[in-house]
């Protein structure tokens, strides 16, 4: 994927506050976290959103989004700019997403589990 100067430009300027860490939020008085934990009452109805923006003159602007895992921590581009490859910790998965260039959709039957929680990733060319 090839990124314009100018878009990295852009991309300095703006400045989104984003968490450190899985987002801390209450949605009811017995809840105070992210149900990150599968014992958690509401982990079968709590998840994350993995969004995907474009970059405008001098905007960010949501082209599409769709349900993620429950403490996502990262994710990287295919080259082609149609995959969307996402590590999960609490689901102990890299979850995999296609982007047409309007929609954003999981694709279930490529998620990769594993044993222990991915803690990075990282495409060829994304570092």
């Known amino acids: 994927m090839i990124i314009p100067v ?3 430009i852009l991309a300095a300027q703006i400045a989104i506050p984003v968490a450190d860490g899985p987002p801390r939020f209450n949605t009811q008085p017995t809840c105070n976290g992210a149900a990150t934990a599968k014992t958690d ?3 079968g109805s709590v998840v994350g959103i993995l969004k995907v ?3 405008g003159a001098g905007t960010l602007s949501e082209v599409a989004h769709a349900d993620s895992g429950h403490w996502c921590q990262g994710a990287t581009w295919s080259d082609d700019g149609r995959t969307i490859l996402q590590q999960c ?3 102990r998965a ?3 997403y296609r982007f047409d260039g309007k929609t ?3 694709d ?3 998620t990769m589990v594993f044993e222990s929680r991915p803690g990075a990733i990282a495409t060829e ?3």
């Open 94 to 96: 890299i979850l995999v």
């Open 6 to 8: 100018a878009a990295m």
């Open 41 to 43: 009452p509401l982990y």
């Open 108 to 110: 279930q039957a490529a």
């Open 104 to 106: 954003l959709v999981q």
């Open 125 to 127: 060319h994304s570092r």
């Open 89 to 91: 910790a609490t689901e």
């Open 53 to 55: 923006f474009a970059v």
